[in-house]
C-alpha cells in the first residue's frame, strides 16, 4: 500500500473496496455460466468461513484493550475517565452473576422477592428443528401460535 504500513484503517478501506467488487460480481450472476456463479459463491463462502475466525480474532483483541488493557492503565493512573480529542473513556467496575444450580437459584429468587427476573426461554434453532420434523411427518405447528417459513439454502463441498 504505497509503503504505508498496514493497520486496522487500511484492512478495512481494503475489505470494503473488496466487497463491493464482489457486489458487482454478484449482480452480473444472471449473465455468468453455471460454473463462474458457483466459483464465485465458493470464493465468498471460503472467504467468509476465513473472515469469521479474522472476525473472532479482532473481537478478542478489541477486549482485551476494553476489558484489560484499557482499564488496567487507567487504574494505574488513578483515573476514571479521560478525554481525548476523538473519544472518551470511562471506567466502571462491573459485577457479573450466573447460576450454579438453576432449581435453588431459582427457589432462593422466589423467596427474595425477585421471581420477576425468572423467565422461561425456547431456543429458537431447537423450534425450527422440531419443525422441520413435524413438516416431515406431515404435521405442521399451529399457524395461530407459530411463524414458519420455508427456504432453499446451498450446500457447497469441497472436492480436493
Known amino acids: ?3 504505508t504500513p498496514m493497520n486496522i484503517k487500511n484492512a478495512y478501506a481494503t475489505l470494503i473496496e473488496a466487497i463491493a467488487k464482489e457486489k458487482a460480481r454478484l449482480n452480473q450472476a444472471p449473465s455468468m455460466s453455471v460454473e463462474e456463479v458457483i466459483t464465485a459463491y465458493a470464493e465468498c463462502r471460503d472467504f467468509h468461513e476465513e473472515f469469521d475466525e479474522i472476525r473472532k480474532s479482532l473481537y478478542h483483541i478489541m477486549n482485551a484493550y476494553k476489558e484489560s488493557v484499557v482499564p488496567n492503565r487507567m487504574v494505574e493512573e488513578g483515573l476514571k475517565t479521560v478525554s ?3 473519544y472518551r473513556v470511562t471506567i466502571k ?3 457479573n452473576a450466573s447460576m450454579l444450580d438453576k432449581d435453588a437459584c431459582f427457589a432462593w429468587l422466589r423467596e427474595n422477592s425477585l421471581a420477576d427476573i425468572i423467565t422461561e426461554t425456547v ?3 431447537t423450534l425450527s428443528k422440531v419443525a422441520e420434523e413435524r413438516v416431515q411427518l406431515n404435521e405442521d405447528l399451529p399457524e395461530e401460535l407459530f411463524k414458519t417459513s420455508t427456504a432453499y439454502t446451498t450446500s457447497l463441498t469441497n472436492l480436493k
Do not use: C, H, L, V
Open 1 to 3: 500500500m504505497n509503503g
Open 123 to 125: 431456543n429458537a434453532g
Open 84 to 86: 481525548t480529542d476523538k
Open 93 to 95: 467496575q462491573r459485577i
